[in-house]
């Protein structure tokens, strides 16, 4: 898989994009990660990217030219990617859409600043809306972090244990159920004897009665959600219209060790540099590829 950013502040995301889930997901082949500042994009020598809004208002807007250019740029190289816009309206992400975006072979993540994008950006980018939560960030960078950070786990060779997977908050539609680990009593908190038990069954069972429970007490919400959701699993397949068998795109990426290319650097022709009325543009470009 494939993922872009454009963003303003492309530093933010090297010692993201080098450690932990998202840097293991990197290793094993299974994503590629580019990040580009769209103000490389700007028209006028003050690399302008924001304007006054028309009608007034407090605040500045993020104009279109930069952003349609810096989306044009990215998307010149390789297969058009799913855009997806960062924004407090959008709809929200939960684990079923991380699931369905983690099965594109690409994206293609815009972050926003100030007050926002011109509204033409949405309309003519052909962007899928997509929010964290409700409330309101300084800009999409935190956001974009998130969501690479979700789609990767589920990605091949970013999680030791694959299994554990399935056993998540939010992956069976229910929060998940408590854990524990020696000691077996600490401060006088003594974990449940049934874990020590050694009988899965036993165990098992208690940890789906812990997961309603919790779920119930904390995220109603979700409960009633996942009676809906098993209701129509018990229906034949195909009767909600849906495929019963969805692929998942595996990428192709070779293996090999991450190269990070410097902010401000000259990027070879070959990954992204761009010709500007007869000159080659020099981007400021941080790019984790292969």
């Not at 816009?85 to 991380?98: F, I, M, N, S, Y």
């Not at 409330?135 to 999680?159: F, K, Q, T």
């Not at 761009?274 to 292969?290: D, E, F, H, I």
């Amino acid at each position: 898989m494939r993922i872009d950013v454009l963003t303003l502040f492309p530093r933010l995301f090297q010692p993201f994009a080098s450690h932990g889930v998202v840097g293991r997901a990197m290793d094993a082949g299974s994503l590629r990660l580019s990040f580009v500042d769209f103000r490389q994009f700007a028209r006028d020598r003050h690399k302008t990217v924001d304007d006054r809004p028309f009608g007034g208002g407090p605040g500045m807007v993020l104009m279109c030219g930069p952003l349609f250019d810096a989306v044009e740029f990215v998307e010149s190289e390789g297969e058009p990617a799913t855009r997806i816009l960062l924004t407090p309206q959008g709809e929200k992400l939960d684990q079923a859409r991380v699931a369905e975006l983690a099965a594109l072979p690409r994206l293609l993540l815009l972050c926003g600043h100030y007050e926002g994008f011109d509204e033409r950006i949405r309309l003519g980018l052909g962007v899928r809306e997509v929010s964290i939560g409700d409330y309101v960030l300084s800009g999409g960078e935190a956001a974009a972090m998130v969501l690479i950070d979700a789609v990767a786990r589920l990605l091949p060779g970013a999680v030791g244990e694959p299994a554990s997977l399935s056993e998540e908050s939010f992956s069976e539609g229910l929060l998940e159920y408590p854990h524990f680990t020696r000691p077996r009593v600490f401060r006088g908190m003594e974990v449940p004897a049934v874990l020590l038990s050694g009988n899965h069954a036993e165990i098992a069972a208690w940890r789906r009665g812990q997961a309603r429970e919790r779920t119930a007490a904390r995220r109603p919400d979700l409960l009633s959600r996942f009676h809906r959701i098993r209701v129509a699993d018990s229906r034949p397949a195909g009767a909600c219209g849906l495929s019963p068998d969805r692929g998942r795109h595996r990428s192709k990426s070779g293996s090999g060790s991450r190269e990070i290319i410097a902010i401000g650097a000259r990027v070879p022709r070959t990954s992204l540099r761009r010709r500007n009325q007869g000159a080659t543009r020099r981007l400021c470009y941080l790019g984790v590829v292969r």
